[in-house]
């Protein structure tokens, strides 16, 4: 049996009734059958108008609290000055130890998310936010090198379903003001979505970032997110065509042996495949502008969007030889700058000599992978290889002076194997010519 748990008001409010009925009758002499009818109705109307009161007050006390829950007037998704500050949520998380780090996520995901962390709709935003945010740090989750990738995606659908629990709840007050949230929730399940599917080497995309109606998305930061995944989404469709149509079979494409396999049976690309893969990359590198819009020069986003879109570019002029617009070698230059300035900001952060976080070795890796993808390409394409600043530094075929670049010559210590095997390739490739 339910019973209904009322303010002690209510029964304080009972209790005065009761006792003034009582002592009403005591001492109010009742001669007559008008008078004792009199006092009964007397008393009725009393206990009628507290009812009323009682219930005007719930629907008060209500309607103010579902205003409460729901209010989202100055919620952060809609701040359109918005940004991120990467050196504060790098200090969020200072450990070495890459399973610190994934606990630490994970524990503060599970409890910002909580009904008491997130009782109102201004809350879950403002959490909601915090998770866009960080989602920059998602890919050295799910890395395998890490030994834990089942364990953390078990902890991302926890996570998840805390979100879509909360979300149901507030929606089930009130939808007309709270469509945002929906929307960024969607976002939230396709990127992790993404994430998943690149973790089994997974070359074809499901459409899932396609149900995000990303035209409501007001906030720079979500907007960034939101076109950078889509154009990385387009980018996987177009990657997918060239790997079936041209019997690559599953890999790396960036290893140098590749790149070539892909160059040299690209005219044997049907006009359907062509036309296809076109359109792919083409609006990949749409969604990439306009990611790189909304970034608002944040040198983090910059670096991370830029060398997506240069990806593209290196495909699409693969694709279609005529094609006039940027090139690609200028535009992962302009990222691997981006990277190296953010990796010098970030170091000033922490003591000289201190041993680099996990994330500060994260993004380390980003700026090797950036600048040993430009010379692998460059060495498959059998030309010279330039540095940031366009000038030529190492001539084909021979490259001479390339085993003492810094980015070679020196043995990558992170634990990320990708790096190393690059490095041990290309002196190898070295070594045959």
């Known amino acids: 049996m339910k019973y209904f748990k009322l303010p002690i008001l209510y029964y304080v409010i009972f209790i005065i009734i009761v006792v003034s009925t009582y002592i009403s009758y005591e001492i109010y ?76 996520i994970f524990k503060k995901l599970k409890d910002i998310f909580t009904k008491k962390k997130s009782r109102t709709a201004i809350d879950f935003t403002d959490n909601l936010q915090y998770f866009i945010d960080i989602i920059i740090f998602f890919p050295a989750l799910f890395k395998s090198e890490n030994g834990r990738q089942q364990e953390n995606f078990k902890n991302m659908e926890t996570v998840l379903s805390l979100i879509e629990q909360r979300k149901k709840d507030l929606l089930s007050v009130s939808t007309g003001n709270l469509i945002l949230i929906e929307e960024t929730v969607k976002l939230i399940n396709s990127v992790i979505n993404y994430q998943q599917l690149i973790s089994t080497k997974e070359i074809k995309m499901s459409s899932s970032l396609l149900d995000v109606r990303g035209t409501m998305l007001k906030n720079p930061v979500t ?106 070698n200028v535009l992962m230059n302009e990222a691997i700058i981006a990277r190296g300035k953010l990796n010098y900001l970030i170091k000033d952060l922490y003591e000289k000599g201190a041993s680099p976080t996990f994330l500060q070795e994260e993004f380390n890796y980003q700026e090797y992978l950036a600048r040993l993808v430009k010379i692998n390409i460059l060495i498959a394409e059998d030309e010279d290889i330039n540095d940031t600043l366009n000038i030529s530094r190492y001539h084909a075929p021979q490259y001479t002076g390339l085993k003492n670049d810094r980015f070679i010559k020196k043995p990558y210590l992170g634990s990320n194997t990708k790096i190393r095997h690059y490095q041990e390739d290309i002196l190898r490739k070295l070594d045959e010519a």
């Open 223 to 328: 907007q960034t997110v939101y076109f950078d995944y889509l154009g990385l989404f387009y980018n996987k469709k177009a990657m997918a065509i060239l790997f079936d149509n041209l019997n690559l079979g599953k890999g790396d494409i960036f290893e140098i042996d590749r790149l070539k396999e892909v160059i040299q049976k690209m005219p044997s690309l049907d006009t359907e495949s062509v036309e296809l893969a076109t359109m792919y990359l083409k609006e990949s590198k749409k969604a990439f502008q306009h990611a790189l819009e909304n970034c608002k020069n944040d040198v983090m986003w910059e670096g991370f969007i830029k060398y997506n879109d240069a990806r593209s570019t290196y495909f699409l002029k693969l694709v279609q030889p005529e094609y006039q617009g940027e090139d690609w």
């Open 29 to 104: 002499p009742m001669t007559s059958t008008q008078e004792k009818t009199t006092f009964i109705v007397t008393v009725l109307s009393l206990v009628v108008s507290t009812i009323a009161f009682y219930i005007a007050m719930k629907t008060y006390i209500s309607i103010d609290s579902v205003n409460v829950i729901t209010q989202m007037e100055g919620n952060v998704l809609e701040n359109e000055n918005y940004v991120i500050s990467i050196t504060s949520l790098l200090k969020d998380f200072p450990m070495t130890n890459p399973l610190e780090v994934e606990d630490a």
